[in-house]
């Protein structure tokens, strides 16, 4: 079985420009998660789809970041325009929706803002 | 506001002996609690979880041990092995469902000497 898919692997941007990041989760998982992990913390929930809806997104920033889950399958995250606080691994996870133990995470893109 | 600390960034065990890997949390609200495990350029992945309702999982060479009352918990791993070096993380969550949200403490670095 394949895993959770996520590219690009390192992206190095500077402050302000703009950056997308896509997830393509384990076929048939409903749920779909994007974290952000800096480094020397844990991973933090950015937001949780289940199939195309939202169900959490508390700790998104909006004014400078999207996400989306078109069909219920792949979703992109976007940062518009991005800062140099936002350099971390960004990683996507996706669950059945059988439990917290069942989220499979993807390897992560690695942003750097200059 | 840390929900979730390991407050030891890193511990190195020789081969064959105890590792012992400690987390703390403030929010009594926890009831779900899970350890993950980390290597290089790659996502997290599940390694054992334990429920408010118990003290102790046990899942191989893997045991997690909770006191509610101090709020800690840890993970013991013996007899420890090299494959064991990795970051591990630990998390809590109010509910086990699939619509908990995970707060992870910030990691600690285990180094397992031959």
């Known amino acids: 079985e394949a895993g959770v898919a996520q590219s690009p692997r390192y992206k190095i941007i500077e402050k302000r420009q703009s950056v997308a990041f896509w997830c393509n989760p384990i076929?048939?998982?409903?749920?779909l998660y994007w974290y952000q992990q800096i480094l020397g913390q844990g991973p933090k929930l950015l937001i949780q789809?289940?199939?195309?809806?939202?169900?959490?997104d508390s700790q998104l920033p909006k004014d400078r970041f999207s996400a989306e889950r078109l069909k219920g399958v792949d979703s992109t995250l976007k940062i518009q325009p991005a800062k140099l606080e936002d350099s971390a691994v960004y990683l996507c996870?996706?669950?059945?929706?059988?439990?917290?133990?069942?989220?499979?995470f993807g390897p992560g893109t690695r942003l750097l803002v200059l | 506001d840390q929900q979730v600390k390991q407050n030891s960034p890193s511990l190195s065990v020789q081969e064959g002996r105890i590792s012992i890997l400690n987390c703390d949390y403030t929010?009594?609200?926890?009831?779900?609690f899970l350890w993950y495990k980390k290597y290089p350029a790659e996502g997290p992945t599940f390694l054992i979880s334990?429920?408010?309702?118990?003290d102790k999982n046990e899942d191989g060479r893997f045991t997690v041990f909770l006191n509610k009352s101090a709020k800690h918990l840890s993970l013991h791993i013996v007899p420890s092995q090299p494959g064991d070096s990795a970051v591990y993380f630990c998390?809590?969550?109010?509910?086990?469902?699939?619509?908990?949200?995970?707060?992870f403490g910030q990691g600690t670095t285990l180094q397992v000497k031959p």
């Open positions: 789809f289940q199939n195309n809806g939202v169900v959490d």
């Open positions: 998390a809590a969550s109010v509910g086990s469902g699939n619509t908990g949200k995970l707060i």
């Open positions: 996870a996706s669950s059945p929706g059988t439990g917290l133990e069942t989220q499979y």
């Open positions: 334990i429920s408010s309702i118990k």
């Open positions: 076929s048939g998982h409903a749920t």
């Open positions: 929010n009594s609200m926890f009831d779900y």
